[in-house]
């Protein structure tokens, strides 16, 4: 199920909305994304499909579109983030790969593009954010690396640039997302950590900053805003 709730939320509040039930076809949701206009995409992980939601969306409702089926190469997929164009990009944990889809794909439909393959570095492909530069930045489970690619990758492309080594403090990095100045912030479910990185940051380079400890009060971080 989602929930929903207001902007002043505190304590032990009731949800305004909630999307619950058989004709969501929610199946293991594990991440979801906003569009400008209100809609709800959310990544089914057991359904290995993308759900979409209209805005305002309550109830046992269906979804306005699905992507789902063999052609669509989602396996397990984990973060989805819809671009400025309404393109639809998804990690695939269960086959190491992003597939972007269309504003229009729905059903059984076929990548625009995928990123896949062994020149890729892709290794649990998990966080996922597009930058202004349309450039796409993947968090890597297994490899404990963040992996970016150029606007329009597809197929077994080289990375443009590599985060990865001792000195990053990643480890199992989950989310990941930008602030204003371009700062890169990292959270790390395996070291109960966020860290942050400068603007261009590439290779073995060390966090600018580092948030952890047992005042934090971080357990496992996986999803993460910034505002």
Not at 146 to 152: D, I, K
Request: no cysteine; net charge positive.
């Amino acid at each position: 199920l989602l929930t929903v709730y207001a902007p002043s939320a505190n304590g032990n509040p009731v949800p305004t909305k909630m999307i619950s039930g058989a004709k969501t076809l929610l199946n293991g949701p594990v991440f979801v994304a906003l569009d400008g206009v209100g809609k709800s995409y959310v990544a089914n992980w057991y359904g290995n499909s993308i759900s979409i939601f209209a805005a305002g969306a309550s109830g046992n409702i269906a979804p306005t579109k699905t992507i789902v089926g063999a052609n669509t190469g989602l396996l397990e997929p984990l973060s989805v983030v819809v671009d400025a164009s309404k393109n639809i990009y998804v990690t695939n944990y269960g086959n190491n790969s992003v597939t972007v889809f269309s504003s229009s794909a729905k059903g059984n439909a076929k990548p625009t593009r995928t990123i896949s393959g062994s020149k890729t570095g892709l290794n649990g492909a998990g966080g996922l954010a597009v930058d202004a530069m349309g450039r796409i930045w993947v968090t890597n489970y297994g490899a404990r690396s963040v992996t970016v690619y150029a606007p329009g990758a597809k197929g077994n492309v080289t990375p443009t640039l590599t985060i990865a080594g001792p000195k990053t403090g990643l480890d199992v990095p989950d989310e990941i997302a930008f602030d204003k100045s371009g700062k890169i912030y990292v959270t790390n479910s395996g070291a109960n950590s966020v860290t942050v990185y400068a603007a261009h940051a590439s290779g073995n380079a060390a966090p600018i900053r580092t948030i952890v400890g047992s005042n934090t009060l971080l357990g496992q971080p996986a999803g993460m805003a910034l505002r």
